[in-house]
Nanobody, 125 residues
Framework: QVQLVESGGGLVQPGGSLRLSCAASGFNVDSYAIGWFRQAPGKEREGVSCISIGDDSTDYADSVKGRFTISRDNVKNTVYLQMNMLKPEDTAVYHC??????????????????WGQGTQVTVSS
């Protein structure tokens, strides 16, 4: 069964850091592009970042560029999202998903699977 489980969220002060984990089971993360998404209360879900396969090319939403870094550990079958310089507007439930590829690039659009429970990130003083 294909499954992705998010973890690592929490409460952090503005300017702080968190590292989110997306653990995969039922498939190998190095065979698919993986993306992170977030949904804040009352807002639409938005793509945050994705990592492709092969050359591990990445993409980021403009709002997180320079602050967030996506990476993959094939041995642990896990994708990470390192979040630095967090802002209150980063507060949301974060989800990961298998995403679309167009050529070598990943696209922040879910390819298959259902959304999991996600992990809550709250940035507040």
């Amino acid at each position: 069964q294909v499954q992705l489980v998010e973890s690592g969220g929490g409460l952090v002060q503005p300017g702080g850091s968190l590292r989110l984990s997306c653990a995969a089971s039922g498939f190998n993360v190095d065979s698919y592009a993986i993306g992170w998404f977030r949904q804040a209360p009352g807002k639409e879900r938005e793509g945050v970042s994705c990592i492709s396969i092969g050359d591990d090319s990445t993409d980021y939403a403009d709002s997180v560029k320079g602050r967030f870094t996506i990476s993959r550990d094939n041995v642990k079958n896990t994708v990470y999202l390192q979040m630095n310089m967090l802002k209150p507007e980063d507060t949301a439930v974060y989800h990961c998903a298998v995403v679309v590829r167009r050529g070598a690039m990943c696209v922040m659009a879910r390819l298959f699977g259902s959304w999991g429970q996600g992990t809550q990130v709250t940035v507040s003083s």
